[in-house]
């Protein structure tokens, strides 16, 4: 549904990308238990980050060095730097508090606020920006996070959903695991991510047979109540569709080849005519549809095969 | 829990001597006593009864008032005065007693228990306070009730509506000699003890005699006592004789329409059978009726969600799976069932007259409403005649239920259900389905728990005369696990000692109806003392050193544990192999196989954690994690057959996990093994998957390399349409069509 949301809208997640922006906080633990995971995730992240591409900017805190005031300098750089086109995405693990009114990110020393971050994030020039809040309680950070163009997604639903939550684990997973990547175009979108998380994270307390206490929830519109899920119905999950996370493939190796340019022009206008062919799958005889597809699908896949040689 | 409707329906008569002694002086507008109203009902003059009760509503004194409204049927008036008269009689047992009757016969045993303990604390010789009790207890098969009713004979010897209880306990317990003792010292001390005559008519009919004649003395007092005809079924239902019970729930019904609680029984029990459109009528009919005890309302909620389940019938069986998974299970559990009877049939040498109807809930629940008011566990699975109502594996964490190993219990039911016509003992219908699971597949079955070992530790393993009572009202926690466990052992001595035949031979002696000592006798050639007596002889041999070791185990795997925590993997080793061979069963968590494998993987010595991996496997263990990692280890080492064959049989225990349905259709496929690759596949879609994509090119590609094209195509067709731009699906596409090409080229 999604896919075909973002097809009439023309928005594409294989859009040619500037350096990307990531910063990680992986917050107070409070246990040891909790220190190690926090910082654990953290460090994957930081890792897959890195590796994904290596003109990214990469800032991860964790333990003592996940303070407000690094956070505050950091994201206060980047308001430097950051151009509008580049892609910003911000990370908080660990727990979270909300009194009803504020929430609070906890970390060593004095804790950040909601208002605080957004307050900071807002002088990022970055037009697309996805705020990740893992922690418990997150989904009191909405309202004050929340803007035009910019991602929020929280682990809970509301601030008061105030348990440990295992949604930060699955977020990694999902950059870790291909199949997260479920319209294989070799970019996880921040949607794809959140769907797949959020999705095992269900699975979790299904499995274990124990009552969910954080249900994520996703706002890309800047405007509206967050969602459990993203669609052209609820109208959330058009940017988080076309913001790229990760890239795990080589797809935009080919854009930078001149010689392959009028096969991707190709490519590209047999996507458009797939994707207009599910919109249009329902008025459609099923034969009609499957004869379409297929012959479009074919003409794809030849297409692809000249762009591999 | 509504186990007995019939005893909610009855008035004591005692209340006359409450009137007397502690409401003396009040004024009754009628002139009318509760006791003459009830005596009205019990010899069914059911308008003068009514009438009777009427005249009691405009009382003066609240206790008369509440007797008048309960017995016109306006519980919550009578709740109301009931309270206005232990709030102007604070000291008076009686009232307390009848207003937790009152609770008890309408579903609310919790007030009811409270209120007979109120009663007490004013009077500890209140002999009804102590039949409330035991009311309440018995419903819930709680031992306390013969303990309560015990008490309650002792305190008033001429309270023959506790010998009629103390009788039906008796009978449930299969004592019959018992309960019929008891029944005949109820109708010593009143000849119109109607339930004592129900319980000597529900004795004859378990024997396959005529019970006309106490039906018809029943009649002579009561021609409407529809409760006596109830409590007959109540007992052939407990023995399993369904459609006996549903027979006689039908005559309640006739002898009285309004009998609210047979009806929603009828439902019940209709439903046990499989149908569904009698019990709802039924069930709403109690319901609307007010008659809406737990038992009840679930079974009509369990009734609506049927439009959720999804039915299949094929051959001998009929499936009914809940719509969302019914994709994924349906291979297996066909597959399964197919294989259970085609070896029960020759194994029993009979076949099934109908088809059995296997149904399996995610939501344990709805499982639980097929079990409710029925004794013993109920915990993974049930089976009324033909009909088989499970736990889906998805209803319990991983590891905690091995699906397969309930169905080939339950089935094993099905048959020994049939073969004896429903005329068996619990012990060993029980006590033969659990010895089949592990003829089955020797890792299934039950293992000795701890709870086992310290029930032989302790003796208090039970004669096998008397092995029933350890199902139905166990004396101690975890007696009926016990006795599950007993009951199997005594099925494996049996078929070691004497043949596998032998237990055939002791299926049709029950089958005439011959109780377990003279079938140990006949048919073992033991009297049942000293077949108890070899037996645990035999058992001793088995499983002496684990009960002589107990103690020492557990001393030894708490510090194992500590060893493990630490990770000194050496000692973790070393004193593992001790705990293992101290206990070689123990296979739940915290057990040495674990430790062990994990210390082995340590140290970089993956043979050796495949090898202990491999022994908990095959001793019974079935944790996932464990299992999982054994068939990653015997991949990593070369031996793709073995991983493969470690994850089907994860299968068994927990099929709704997506990774090993990928993982068993990847080795599969690449063993060229394409059948058992496209059902793997396939539970992957079946599974839904974020991952559509990837799980319907699977599928295409083990079709295609099973020469399956036309299916290849439209799973290739859902995985691109999926994600059009992914390139493994592309490629095999374009490999179709040149197949296609190449195909129609030789063609010309």
Same mark, same amino acid.
């Given at each position: 549904m999604i896919a075909i949301f973002l097809a009439c809208t023309g928005i594409s997640s294989r859009t040619a990308h500037a350096a990307p922006y990531y910063v990680t906080v992986a917050g107070l633990g409070g246990e040891p238990d909790f220190e190690q995971r926090f910082t654990a995730l953290a460090s994957d992240l930081d890792k897959l980050f890195k590796a994904a591409d290596a003109s990214a900017h990469v800032t991860t805190f964790? /333990?003592?060095?996940?303070?407000?005031?690094?956070?505050?300098?950091?994201?206060?750089?980047?308001?430097?730097?950051? &151009?509008?086109?580049?892609?910003?995405?911000?990370?908080?693990? /660990?727990?979270?508090?909300?009194d009803g009114e504020e929430y609070k990110f906890n970390l060593p020393g004095p804790d950040i606020?909601?208002?605080?971050?957004?307050?900071?994030?807002?002088?990022?020039?970055? &037009?697309?920006?996805?705020?990740?809040?893992?922690?418990?309680?997150?989904?009191?950070?909405?309202?004050?996070?929340?803007?035009?163009?910019?991602?929020?997604?929280?682990?809970? &639903?509301?601030?008061?959903?105030?348990?440990a939550t295992v949604f930060a684990r699955y977020l990694v997973d999902a950059l870790r695991d291909g199949s997260a990547d479920v319209d294989k175009n070799e970019v996880i979108s921040a949607l794809e991510a959140f769907q797949y998380a959020d999705r095992k994270t269900a699975a979790f307390y299904e499995t274990q047979k124990r009552l969910a206490t954080e249900h994520a929830v996703i706002e890309d519109t800047g405007k509206k109540e967050a969602v459990r899920t993203a669609n052209a119905e609820s109208g959330e999950g058009l940017l988080a569709g076309s913001f790229a996370l990760l890239r795990i493939g080589s797809a935009q190796k080919a854009a930078s080849d001149p010689a392959k340019r009028a096969l991707l022009e190709k490519k590209e206008e047999i996507e458009q005519k797939i994707d207009t062919l599910k919109y249009q799958k329902a008025a459609m005889s099923a034969d009609d549809y499957k004869r379409q597809l297929s012959a479009a699908l074919l003409e794809l896949a030849k297409v692809q095969e000249e762009l591999d040689k | 829990m509504n186990r007995r409707p019939t005893r909610r329906a009855k008035q004591l008569f005692f209340c006359a001597a409450v009137c007397v002694a502690c409401l003396a002086g009040a004024h009754i507008a009628s002139g009318a006593a509760p006791d003459d109203c009830h005596a009205l009902r019990k010899h069914g003059h059911r308008a003068e009864a009514q009438k009777c009760y009427e005249s009691l509503t405009s009382a003066r004194d609240p206790y008369l008032r509440a007797e008048g409204y309960w017995g016109t049927g306006?519980?919550?008036?009578?709740?109301?005065q009931f309270r206005i008269a232990v709030a102007a009689s604070p000291a008076n047992p009686v009232i307390r007693v009848r207003w937790g009757r009152l609770m008890h016969e309408r579903f609310n045993n919790t007030d009811a228990d409270g209120l007979f303990k109120e009663a007490l604390e004013k009077d500890p010789k209140n002999a009804q306070a102590y039949y409330g009790l035991a009311l309440v207890s018995a419903d819930g098969f709680d031992n306390k009730a013969i303990e309560f009713t015990t008490k309650a004979m002792e305190l008033d010897p001429k309270l023959y509506e506790a010998h009629e209880l103390m009788a039906d306990l008796m009978l449930e317990d299969s004592d019959q000699a018992k309960a019929f003792a008891e029944a005949d010292e109820a109708l010593k001390i009143s000849p119109e003890a109607l339930d004592a005559m129900a319980i000597h008519a529900a004795i004859e009919v378990l024997n396959d005699r005529s019970p006309d004649a106490w039906l018809e003395k029943i009649r002579q007092v009561n021609p409407t006592y529809g409760e006596g005809y109830a409590l007959v079924a109540h007992h052939l239902v407990f023995n399993r004789r369904y459609e006996d019970g549903i027979a006689y729930y039908r005559k309640a019904i006739e002898a009285d329409p309004q009998l609210w609680s047979a009806r929603a029984q009828l439902g019940i029990n209709l439903m046990r059978l499989g149908q569904e459109d009698e019990p709802r009528k039924q069930l709403e009919m109690a319901y609307n009726n007010g008659y809406r005890n737990e038992e009840t309302v679930n079974t009509l909620r369990l009734l609506d969600s049927y439009k959720n389940f999804v039915t299949f019938k094929e051959g001998n069986t009929i499936l009914k799976l809940q719509k969302k998974e019914s994709d994924l299970l349906r291979p297996y559990y066909d597959a399964e069932l197919k294989r259970i009877m085609d070896t029960y049939n020759k194994k029993y040498k009979m076949a099934l007259p109908g088809p059995v109807q296997v149904e399996v809930y995610p939501d344990h629940e709805d499982f639980a409403v097929r079990t409710m008011g029925m004794p013993g566990l109920g915990a993974l699975g049930v089976t009324f005649g033909e009909v088989v109502a499970m736990d889906s594996p998805s209803g319990r964490p991983p590891g905690q239920f091995l699906w397969a190993s309930t169905l080939w219990h339950e089935m094993s039911h099905v048959y020994i259900l049939t073969a004896t016509n429903h005329r068996v003992p619990r012990w060993f219908t029980e006590g033969l389905a659990v010895h089949e699971e592990t003829e089955a597949s020797p890792e299934w079955g039950d293992r000795i728990t701890p709870d086992v070992v310290a029930a032989i530790q302790e003796k208090k393993l039970l004669p096998v005369a008397d092995l029933d009572r350890g199902f139905i009202r166990p004396d101690y926690p975890n007696q009926v696990l016990v006795s599950y466990y007993q009951a199997g052992r005594i099925c494996d001595y049996i078929q070691e000692r004497w043949g596998a035949d032998k237990l055939l031979d002791m299926v049709h002696s029950f089958a005439k109806l011959t109780k377990t000592p003279d079938v140990i006798r006949q048919e073992l050639g033991l009297a049942p003392e000293e077949f108890d007596k070899e037996f645990l002889l035999w058992l001793d041999k088995d499983v002496g050193q684990t009960v002589a070791n107990f103690d020492k185990w557990r001393a030894a795997v708490k510090d194992l544990v500590e060893q493990a925590k630490n990770k000194n993997y050496d000692a973790v080793l070393k004193q593992g192999e001790e705990v293992r061979r101290m206990y070689p069963d123990y296979v739940y968590p915290a057990n040495a196989y674990e430790f062990m494998a994990q210390a082995n993987i340590a140290k970089g010595d993956k043979k050796a954690a495949v090898a202990i991996l491999a022994a908990y496997e095959k001793i019974g263990g079935h944790n996932p994690p464990a299992l999982k990692q054994l068939a990653s280890l015997e991949e990593e080492l070369g031996n793709p057959a073995e991983a493969a064959a470690t994850l089907d049989r994860l299968n068994y225990i927990f099929p709704e996990d997506e990774e090993l349905h990928r993982r068993l259709g990847d080795l599969w496929f690449a063993e060229k093994k394409f059948t058992g690759a496209i059902r793997e596949y396939a539970a992957v879609v079946a599974l839904q998957p974020l991952d559509k994509a990837s799980a319907q090119y699977n599928l295409a590609r083990a079709y295609f390399a099973a020469g399956q094209k036309d299916q290849a195509e439209d799973h290739l067709l859902a995985s691109l349409e999926a994600a059009p731009d992914y390139r493994p699906a592309q490629k095999l596409l374009l490999q179709m069509k040149d197949s296609d090409e190449g195909n129609k080229n030789e063609g010309k």
């Amino acid at each position: 549904m999604i896919a075909i949301f973002l097809a009439c809208t023309g928005i594409s997640s294989r859009t040619a990308h500037a350096a990307p922006y990531y910063v990680t906080v992986a917050g107070l633990g409070g246990e040891p238990d909790f220190e190690q995971r926090f910082t654990a995730l953290a460090s994957d992240l930081d890792k897959l980050f890195k590796a994904a591409d290596a003109s990214a900017h990469v800032t991860t805190f964790t /333990g003592t060095s996940a303070t407000k005031a690094h956070l505050t300098d950091t994201l206060a750089q980047i308001a430097r730097d950051a &151009k509008p086109d580049d892609a910003f995405t911000l990370i908080l693990i /660990g727990h979270g508090s909300y009194d009803g009114e504020e929430y609070k990110f906890n970390l060593p020393g004095p804790d950040i606020s909601g208002d605080e971050l957004a307050v900071l994030l807002n002088r990022i020039l970055a &037009k697309r920006q996805l705020i990740v809040n893992t922690t418990s309680a997150s989904g009191g950070s909405i309202g004050a996070l929340q803007r035009a163009g910019r991602i929020v997604v929280a682990a809970t &639903k509301t601030g008061t959903e105030k348990n440990a939550t295992v949604f930060a684990r699955y977020l990694v997973d999902a950059l870790r695991d291909g199949s997260a990547d479920v319209d294989k175009n070799e970019v996880i979108s921040a949607l794809e991510a959140f769907q797949y998380a959020d999705r095992k994270t269900a699975a979790f307390y299904e499995t274990q047979k124990r009552l969910a206490t954080e249900h994520a929830v996703i706002e890309d519109t800047g405007k509206k109540e967050a969602v459990r899920t993203a669609n052209a119905e609820s109208g959330e999950g058009l940017l988080a569709g076309s913001f790229a996370l990760l890239r795990i493939g080589s797809a935009q190796k080919a854009a930078s080849d001149p010689a392959k340019r009028a096969l991707l022009e190709k490519k590209e206008e047999i996507e458009q005519k797939i994707d207009t062919l599910k919109y249009q799958k329902a008025a459609m005889s099923a034969d009609d549809y499957k004869r379409q597809l297929s012959a479009a699908l074919l003409e794809l896949a030849k297409v692809q095969e000249e762009l591999d040689k | 829990m509504n186990r007995r409707p019939t005893r909610r329906a009855k008035q004591l008569f005692f209340c006359a001597a409450v009137c007397v002694a502690c409401l003396a002086g009040a004024h009754i507008a009628s002139g009318a006593a509760p006791d003459d109203c009830h005596a009205l009902r019990k010899h069914g003059h059911r308008a003068e009864a009514q009438k009777c009760y009427e005249s009691l509503t405009s009382a003066r004194d609240p206790y008369l008032r509440a007797e008048g409204y309960w017995g016109t049927g306006n519980y919550q008036e009578a709740n109301n005065q009931f309270r206005i008269a232990v709030a102007a009689s604070p000291a008076n047992p009686v009232i307390r007693v009848r207003w937790g009757r009152l609770m008890h016969e309408r579903f609310n045993n919790t007030d009811a228990d409270g209120l007979f303990k109120e009663a007490l604390e004013k009077d500890p010789k209140n002999a009804q306070a102590y039949y409330g009790l035991a009311l309440v207890s018995a419903d819930g098969f709680d031992n306390k009730a013969i303990e309560f009713t015990t008490k309650a004979m002792e305190l008033d010897p001429k309270l023959y509506e506790a010998h009629e209880l103390m009788a039906d306990l008796m009978l449930e317990d299969s004592d019959q000699a018992k309960a019929f003792a008891e029944a005949d010292e109820a109708l010593k001390i009143s000849p119109e003890a109607l339930d004592a005559m129900a319980i000597h008519a529900a004795i004859e009919v378990l024997n396959d005699r005529s019970p006309d004649a106490w039906l018809e003395k029943i009649r002579q007092v009561n021609p409407t006592y529809g409760e006596g005809y109830a409590l007959v079924a109540h007992h052939l239902v407990f023995n399993r004789r369904y459609e006996d019970g549903i027979a006689y729930y039908r005559k309640a019904i006739e002898a009285d329409p309004q009998l609210w609680s047979a009806r929603a029984q009828l439902g019940i029990n209709l439903m046990r059978l499989g149908q569904e459109d009698e019990p709802r009528k039924q069930l709403e009919m109690a319901y609307n009726n007010g008659y809406r005890n737990e038992e009840t309302v679930n079974t009509l909620r369990l009734l609506d969600s049927y439009k959720n389940f999804v039915t299949f019938k094929e051959g001998n069986t009929i499936l009914k799976l809940q719509k969302k998974e019914s994709d994924l299970l349906r291979p297996y559990y066909d597959a399964e069932l197919k294989r259970i009877m085609d070896t029960y049939n020759k194994k029993y040498k009979m076949a099934l007259p109908g088809p059995v109807q296997v149904e399996v809930y995610p939501d344990h629940e709805d499982f639980a409403v097929r079990t409710m008011g029925m004794p013993g566990l109920g915990a993974l699975g049930v089976t009324f005649g033909e009909v088989v109502a499970m736990d889906s594996p998805s209803g319990r964490p991983p590891g905690q239920f091995l699906w397969a190993s309930t169905l080939w219990h339950e089935m094993s039911h099905v048959y020994i259900l049939t073969a004896t016509n429903h005329r068996v003992p619990r012990w060993f219908t029980e006590g033969l389905a659990v010895h089949e699971e592990t003829e089955a597949s020797p890792e299934w079955g039950d293992r000795i728990t701890p709870d086992v070992v310290a029930a032989i530790q302790e003796k208090k393993l039970l004669p096998v005369a008397d092995l029933d009572r350890g199902f139905i009202r166990p004396d101690y926690p975890n007696q009926v696990l016990v006795s599950y466990y007993q009951a199997g052992r005594i099925c494996d001595y049996i078929q070691e000692r004497w043949g596998a035949d032998k237990l055939l031979d002791m299926v049709h002696s029950f089958a005439k109806l011959t109780k377990t000592p003279d079938v140990i006798r006949q048919e073992l050639g033991l009297a049942p003392e000293e077949f108890d007596k070899e037996f645990l002889l035999w058992l001793d041999k088995d499983v002496g050193q684990t009960v002589a070791n107990f103690d020492k185990w557990r001393a030894a795997v708490k510090d194992l544990v500590e060893q493990a925590k630490n990770k000194n993997y050496d000692a973790v080793l070393k004193q593992g192999e001790e705990v293992r061979r101290m206990y070689p069963d123990y296979v739940y968590p915290a057990n040495a196989y674990e430790f062990m494998a994990q210390a082995n993987i340590a140290k970089g010595d993956k043979k050796a954690a495949v090898a202990i991996l491999a022994a908990y496997e095959k001793i019974g263990g079935h944790n996932p994690p464990a299992l999982k990692q054994l068939a990653s280890l015997e991949e990593e080492l070369g031996n793709p057959a073995e991983a493969a064959a470690t994850l089907d049989r994860l299968n068994y225990i927990f099929p709704e996990d997506e990774e090993l349905h990928r993982r068993l259709g990847d080795l599969w496929f690449a063993e060229k093994k394409f059948t058992g690759a496209i059902r793997e596949y396939a539970a992957v879609v079946a599974l839904q998957p974020l991952d559509k994509a990837s799980a319907q090119y699977n599928l295409a590609r083990a079709y295609f390399a099973a020469g399956q094209k036309d299916q290849a195509e439209d799973h290739l067709l859902a995985s691109l349409e999926a994600a059009p731009d992914y390139r493994p699906a592309q490629k095999l596409l374009l490999q179709m069509k040149d197949s296609d090409e190449g195909n129609k080229n030789e063609g010309k």
